[in-house]
């Protein structure tokens, strides 16, 4: 997700520290932080994994406030950012204590920081917003840490991941599968989403603004799969619809609003074999007596299974039948 601004936010007006009532609510939440927090045991020589808000400001923990207001170094996506959200909750580092590590120079970042462990510092790490290593750097800073022998200590939070996926109302009891941002080149992206097809638990998808059109159209082919899309979650303009695959184009389309802000999908899961029925029979009972697309057409909407899945299913049998 990226970074967010202060007009992103929804219960913060006042989120700078020298904005009067907004200084004081800050300054009281970095004081239940060190409270709740200076009791617990914060060793030395560790890495410590923080998890940031993705557009609101109070999503922040009191945890994460202390462990940022207590690391010798916080290492983090882009220092320009970090430091202004530092400032928003009352803490001023210096740029000395702040080290870049972004996707660009996360191995040479991590050897400097498995080096500043070695000297029994404490260093947190922060991503742009939310949760690092997850579809942000910070995967192989917690792989090179761990190699060197040193502990890495997380410090759960926000993540666009969970909070859409709290938000559709998928009930199934599959589980999900995280695939994050799919190719931008669309052959690839195309293949991706055939994949997808086959794939019968809940899938999470990240997208940015600027390619979110090109996934609707590739997404499309799912048919009658349910899709929710989370846009700008947390943010004052967030907006989160559910609808089915084939809907997604014509449904961004309508309105260009839709097209703006960052994204997190939620790809429903399958329906059951016993809830949707075998597709490919319904089809074998159907072809014989109706026209392919009319036959295609209702074995969809009787087994709720994609409607070009049985298409091909459907001229295979007649290719079958003809020779």
Known sequence: ?????????????????????????????????????????????????????????????????????MCEVIACEDTRHTQQLLRAYGMDRSNAQLLALHQH????????????LAQGQRIAYVSDAGTPAISDPGARLVAATREAG?????????????????ASGMTGDQGFVFMGFLPSKAQERQHAVHALASESRAMVLLEAPHRIEALALALSVLDT????????????????????????????????????????LVI????????????????????????????????????????NTLYDQALQLKNAKAD
Do not use: C
């Open 1 to 69: 997700m990226p970074p967010l601004t202060p007009s992103d936010e929804i219960a913060s007006p006042n989120p700078s520290p020298t904005a009067g009532s907004g200084a004081t609510a800050w300054s009281r939440a970095m004081a239940a932080a060190h409270a709740t927090s200076a009791h617990q045991n914060h060793p030395t020589h560790t890495l410590y994994v923080v998890a940031t808000p993705i557009g609101n400001l109070a999503d922040i923990t009191l945890r994460a406030l202390h462990v940022l207001s």
């Open 105 to 116: 120079n996360e191995h040479e970042a991590a050897q400097t920081v498995v080096n500043r």
């Open 150 to 166: 040193f502990r890495v200590l997380p410090l759960p939070g926000a993540s666009s991941v969970t909070t859409a996926l709290s």
């Open 225 to 264: 799969r349910r899709v929710t899309v989370g846009r700008e979650l947390t943010k004052q303009f967030e907006s989160i619809d559910t609808l089915a695959a084939s809907e997604l184009p014509a449904w961004f389309a309508a309105k260009p609003e839709r097209q703006r802000g960052e994204f997190a």
């Open 268 to 307: 429903h899961d399958a329906p059951t074999a016993a809830a949707m029925g075998d597709g490919l029979r319904v089809l074998q009972l159907l072809l014989p007596e109706l026209p392919l697309k009319t036959a295609v057409k209702l074995a969809a909407e009787i087994s709720g299974e994609s409607k």
